[in-house]
């Protein structure tokens, strides 16, 4: 059974940074994209950085691009999204998702969220 727990979400000010983390476990992830989605209140869930697990390959949502960085660590089986420079619109819930295969199309297994609020 796949799980999926995010960690690192709070309160940090506009230009501040932080640190989302992702414990996964359950299965051996190698042929697996792991990816960063968000959903600010009131709006739909949209994807902010996907990872494949073997590769590394990455994608980027252009509002995200220069600002977070994702990366994974394979011995602890966690994938970290690194978020600078922050802004109020990057206010949201942050899930963690794993699928399948490359970083496109539909995720599987979910966590259950991490708050990220920004404030002006």
């Known amino acids: 059974q796949v799980q999926l727990v995010e960690s690192g979400g709070g309160l940090v000010q506009a230009g501040g940074s932080l640190r989302l983390s992702c414990a996964a476990s359950?299965?051996?992830?190698?042929?697996?994209?792991m990816g960063w989605f968000r959903q600010p209140p009131g709006k739909e869930r949209e994807i902010v950085a996907a990872?494949?697990?073997?590769?590394?390959?990455?994608v980027y949502a252009d509002s995200v691009k220069g600002r977070f960085t994702i990366s994974r660590d394979i011995a602890k089986n966690t994938v970290s999204l690194q978020m600078n420079s922050l802004k109020p619109e990057d206010t949201a819930v942050y899930y963690c998702a794993a699928k399948y295969g490359g970083t496109y199309g539909e995720y599987d297994y979910w966590g259950q969220g991490t708050q990220v609020t920004v404030s002006s």
């Open positions: 359950g299965r051996t992830f190698s042929s697996y994209a």
């Open positions: 990872i494949t697990w073997r590769g590394g390959s990455t």
